[in-house]
């Protein structure tokens, strides 16, 4: 009788170590198989070979896949930085505003700013492009920059809110009576603090953009332009038949994720403690 609750936790721990393990293997496997394929020749692939693992290692496709997505590859990279630059900029002064400062009815404005979370991406695609049209950003990075930065800010203002109503009011209550202003208390007292769930909305905005194809393909007329999702879309259709170019399409499907796992793999430990709430540590 003893042995029993020994017995029923033995066979948990067995049970949620291969619950774990089929997880893990379901979410890498696609991974695995993209990887493998991008290493095989096209002839290859249309003879069946597709999910046998690592029976070629054909590096040619990265040189045809490279020299079809680079320049979205690029883009991507310049759209991200800049989005990512004036969002969390901007997200961080709000967020700021709306937990340290006090002013009337601002329970209310936080509530009707948190609200925009709640309104689909795809309902303010037509106005949205009337807007860029109108203020002549049609074809222009601005037009994906601009509403990047402005669709990111609910998220992150709520994301960022509770993190800064962790720093001790005292420790910004010193800075002021130092003489520091509210933005020399932002930057020098609460940024530094909070770095990780600033990292966090980074990588977030980051994985968001990387994943866009629709909006680049409203607002873009230039495939030159193109991010990396449109472009990547735009190099596969312009291959003809995929049985003679699989190898190829994998390929460029790897490099076009190669910088996004490389930022997560990076900011990882960072990216979770930023969205563990009460990890603060000062």
Request: glycine share 8%.
């Amino acid at each position: 009788m003893h042995h029993k609750p020994g017995r029923r936790r033995r066979a948990f721990t067995a049970f949620t170590v291969t619950a774990g393990g089929l997880l893990v293997a379901m979410t890498y496997f696609p991974l695995v198989f993209m990887l493998s394929n991008s290493l095989k020749s096209g002839a290859r692939l249309a003879t069946g070979d597709v999910f046998a693992l690592f029976t070629q290692f054909d590096v040619r496709n990265y040189v045809d896949a490279w020299s079809g997505v680079d320049t979205s590859l690029l883009n991507t990279l310049i759209v991200a930085a800049a989005s990512v630059a004036i969002g969390v900029t901007v997200a961080a002064f709000g967020a700021y505003t709306f937990a340290q400062v006090d002013f009337r009815g601002k329970a209310l404005v936080f509530t009707a700013y948190i609200a925009l979370l709640m309104i689909p991406w795809s309902l303010t695609l037509v106005p949205l492009f009337l807007e860029m049209k109108s203020f002549g950003f049609y074809n222009s990075w601005w037009a994906l920059i601009l509403p990047y930065a402005a669709s990111a800010q609910p998220l992150l203002v709520l994301i960022f809110r509770n993190f800064f109503e962790q720093v001790p009011k005292e420790v910004l209550q010193s800075a002021r009576l130092d003489g520091a202003r509210e933005t020399q208390v932002l930057l020098h007292v609460v940024v530094p603090l909070t770095k990780p769930v600033l990292l966090t909305g980074t990588v977030l905005m980051c994985i968001s953009i990387w994943g866009d194809y629709i909006w680049p393909e409203v607002v873009l007329k230039s495939s030159s332009r193109y991010t990396i999702s449109a472009g990547l879309q735009y190099f596969v259709s312009s291959l003809g038949t995929l049985t003679a170019n699989g190898g190829d399409v994998f390929a460029a499907y790897v490099i076009a994720i190669a910088p996004l796992l490389l930022l997560v793999g990076v900011t990882m430990r960072y990216f979770v403690g930023g969205m563990t709430a009460g990890s603060l540590k000062l």
